[in-house]
């Protein structure tokens, strides 16, 4: 999603903490994902973090939900926008990364999708 208007784009985003008592007694708050893609029942979910943010509780337990179905990857991305620095597929080790990397990984993650080996042409 490319947003050719930033002001509109801020204008229209929904603060959801009105839901914040519809959880009954618990800490519970509405998480925000950055990106979401589907491919053939294949689900990425990307989510963006600040230099040296960490991924808050509930969204790691979020994460260790959605991965527990192989249909789903999680991918966290660390960095200022369109600066990526770190970058991790949920499940294992965060890795440096820029631009370059993160299209590898999404390629990868759709050839995955397609039910392609690394390196078939995209369909």
């Known amino acids: 999603m490319t947003i050719h ?11 959801w903490g009105f839901l914040d008592g519809c959880f009954g007694h618990t800490r519970i708050k509405i998480t925000d994902l950055d990106g ?3 491919r053939n029942g294949h689900f990425l979910f ?7 943010k960490e991924v808050p509780l509930g969204q790691r337990i979020l994460f260790d939900h959605l991965i527990e179905n192989e249909a789903n990857t999680v991918l966290v991305i660390w960095g200022e926008p369109n600066k990526p620095m770190y ?3 949920w499940g294992s080790d965060p890795c440096s990364a820029d631009v370059d990397t993160l299209q590898r990984i999404v390629s990868d993650w759709f050839r995955m999708a397609n ?5 078939a042409q995209d369909a």
């Not at 208007?5 to 603060?15: G, M, S, V």
């Open 5 to 15: 208007n930033q002001a509109a784009y801020i204008a229209n985003l929904w603060d």
């Open 115 to 119: 039910g392609q080996p690394l390196g």
């Open 36 to 38: 979401l893609v589907e």
């Open 87 to 89: 970058a991790q597929i």
């Open 46 to 52: 990307i989510e963006a973090k600040s230099s040296g």
